[in-house]
C-alpha cells in the first residue's frame, strides 16, 4: 500500500542550480499539498491543489512553482536554490477538506550549499 | 495569536506515566481536530481524530472543549516507543481547501 511518495530522500544542491521535487499518491485524493518543516518549527504550506489542473499559494511560496496535471502527481519545482530553502519538505494528500485527515509522504530533505 | 498553539516541551515522564498535552486554537468556527505524532526525521502521522464527544484508541484519549477552544492528548501507561513529537492539527473552517493549520508539536520523550 504505497499512498504518498515522494522521491528524493535526499539531495544536496548548489546555490542557484534548479531542481524537481516528486510527489504521487495511489488514492485517488483530489486534494495535494506541499509543506517545508524547518529544524524545531512547524509545518508551513507552500502550495497545494484541489484537484488536477488547479493549485493556489499558501503561506510561503516565493522561489517555488508547482504544477498538477494529473490527479496522481503533484510536483515541487525550485526555480533558483537559496540557503533559505535548505528543509525538509513533504508532500501530502487527503480526500477531503473537512473532516478528512492528510496523509504525508516521508519527506525530502534538501540542502543548499 | 497563533491560529494553533502548543507547550513545545519536553515532556519527559518514566514509563507508566500519564501524561496530557493541550493545544488551543483561535478561530471558534474550527470544524475538525487531529493528533499527528511525529517520530524525530520521519514524516507526520495521524494518530487520532477529537471528536465532540472524546473518543479513546486504548491508552490514548483525545477531548475537545470548544466553549474554551482546546483540545488536549492523554496518554496512559506511558511506553518507550510513546517517545516522539505530537501535532496538534486544526481545519479552522475557512473557505478553500487552506485551512488545516498545524502547531509546532510537542516533544515527549518516556525514560526507562
Known amino acids: 500500500n504505497a499512498g504518498v511518495t515522494q522521491t528524493p530522500k535526499f539531495r544536496i544542491l548548489k546555490i542557484g542550480q534548479s531542481m524537481t521535487l516528486q510527489c504521487t499518491q495511489d488514492m485517488n485524493h483530489n486534494y495535494m499539498y506541499w509543506y517545508r518543516q524547518d529544524p524545531g518549527m512547524g509545518l508551513k504550506l507552500i502550495y497545494y491543489s484541489v484537484g488536477a489542473g488547479i493549485t493556489d499559494k499558501g503561506e510561503v511560496p516565493n522561489g517555488y512553482n508547482v504544477s498538477r496535471s494529473t490527479t496522481e502527481d503533484f510536483p515541487l519545482r525550485l526555480e533558483l536554490a537559496a540557503p533559505s530553502q535548505t528543509s525538509v519538505y513533504f508532500c501530502?494528500?487527503?480526500?477531503?477538506?473537512?473532516?478528512?485527515?492528510?496523509?504525508f509522504g516521508d519527506g525530502t530533505r534538501l540542502s543548499i550549499l | 495569536r497563533k491560529e494553533v498553539e502548543q507547550d513545545p516541551g519536553p515532556f519527559n515522564v518514566p514509563e507508566g506515566a500519564t501524561v496530557a498535552f493541550n493545544c488551543t486554537y483561535s478561530?471558534?468556527?474550527?470544524?475538525?481536530f487531529f493528533w499527528y505524532r511525529q517520530d524525530c526525521r520521519k514524516e507526520p502521522k495521524l494518530l487520532m481524530s477529537?471528536?465532540?464527544s472524546g473518543n479513546e484508541d486504548g491508552r490514548f484519549t483525545a477531548q475537545l472543549n470548544r466553549a474554551s477552544q482546546y483540545i488536549s492528548l492523554l496518554i496512559r501507561d506511558s511506553k518507550l516507543s510513546d517517545s516522539a513529537t505530537y501535532l496538534c492539527?486544526?481545519?479552522?473552517?475557512?473557505?478553500?481547501?487552506?485551512?488545516?493549520?498545524f502547531g509546532t508539536g510537542t516533544r515527549l520523550t518516556v525514560i526507562p
Open positions: 501530502a494528500s487527503s480526500a477531503g477538506t473537512g473532516d478528512q485527515p492528510q496523509h
Open positions: 478561530n471558534s468556527a474550527s470544524q475538525s
Open positions: 492539527v486544526v481545519n479552522m473552517g475557512y473557505a478553500g481547501a487552506n485551512n488545516l493549520f
Open positions: 477529537v471528536y465532540s
